[in-house]
């Protein structure tokens, strides 16, 4: 058996075209060079097995580098997630962390500041309605919440915010002829499901007329979603704006207050441009440019005063649109 094994080796070996191991031929002191050679072989080979490994690791590494160096630039002020099912549960926008959210309430007013992952919402505890929302919107955000895979509307109920004591049940608008206008839009917000969710409480809430709902108003959030878009980040405050002696509507139906109007601020903090709107609680028919005024009119009529960083006085729709 031995001396066949012998005769086979020795047939591959010439058929190889190759030297007959000496481990084969008896050569003792050739055996062991052969070993020696064999060894500095199989070393040399893994030797260059790992500086390919380095060189194709390096490769990837300047890759993605450079990738990440394409991403779109995102406000410091806010951290969103990726496109995608990554912007389930970002870890993000604190509203409490922008001071150009800040809002200076008047003084005895009942106001209670609830921070939001995206939105800040000053609420009234005593007309259950909000004094004024606010929130930063990018590009970045306007890109994943128009993305094939945004958060969907239907896929979200109108509820009540359970840490605000006198947050008004989803029920309570029912039967009302108002419809629970949002204050910070959901077409905003679809970027991920946590600030979809919280869009939807009650405390985002204003009883606003259906047809301006619908109507105007909309077509306005639709031109700031846009505006966003093109001038890479706004603040948006929006709110309403009471009547002395205001119709009431809820459990008993005295406790919620429905606005004579709404007001809408908006600031383009890299360009240094600003704009308000005022809407009246009723169909309101026409351009925006009819419902133009100042952000200084706003404070007049509401009392709030926001940040000192944004212009007063400007009132040119030309320059947005």
């Not at 002191?29 to 070993?35: F, G, I, L, P, V």
């Not at 106001?111 to 000053?122: E, G, K, L, P, S």
């Not at 259950?128 to 979200?156: F, G, W």
């Not at 105007?216 to 929006?238: F, G, I, N």
Request: charge should be positive.
């Amino acid at each position: 058996m031995k001396q066949l094994l012998k005769i086979w080796v020795l047939v591959a070996a010439m058929v190889m075209g190759g030297a007959l191991p000496p481990q084969i031929t008896g050569d003792s002191m050739a055996a062991t060079q052969w070993s020696i050679q064999a060894k500095n072989k199989k070393k040399s080979k893994k030797d260059k097995k790992d500086k390919k490994d380095k060189k194709d690791k390096k490769k990837k590494n300047k890759k993605s580098n450079k990738s990440r160096d394409n991403q779109p630039q995102v406000s410091s002020l806010v951290s969103v997630p990726t496109i995608g099912s990554t912007a389930t549960s970002p870890a993000a926008p604190q509203s409490a962390a922008n001071p150009l959210l800040a809002v200076n309430i008047p003084a005895g007013t009942s106001n209670q500041v609830i921070n939001y992952q995206a939105i800040r919402v000053n609420f009234n505890p005593s007309l259950r309605i909000p004094n004024c929302v606010a929130y930063e919107l990018t590009a970045t955000m306007v890109s994943m919440a128009d993305a094939p895979d945004h958060e969907v509307r239907k896929n979200y109920n109108y509820a009540r915010d359970n840490s605000v004591k006198s947050c008004p049940e989803n029920w309570e608008y029912r039967g009302s002829g108002y419809s629970r206008g949002h204050m910070a839009p959901a077409m905003d917000m679809r970027w991920g499901k946590t600030p979809m969710k919280e869009c939807f409480y009650m405390t985002n809430m204003c009883p606003q007329d259906t047809k301006l709902n619908n109507d105007h108003w909309r077509v306005l959030e639709e031109k700031v979603h846009r505006w966003a878009k093109r001038d890479k980040r706004l603040m948006v405050y929006t709110g309403p704006i009471m009547g002395k002696n205001p119709v009431r509507i809820g459990k008993d139906k005295q406790n919620i207050a429905v606005p004579d109007a709404f007001f809408k601020v908006v600031y383009a903090p890299e360009q240094g441009r600003a704009i308000a709107f005022i809407y009246d609680n009723k169909p309101c028919p026409g351009g925006i440019s009819r419902y133009a005024v100042t952000v200084a009119e706003v404070e007049r009529r509401t009392g709030l005063k926001f940040s000192s960083s944004i212009p007063k006085n400007q009132c040119k729709v030309e320059d947005w649109e």
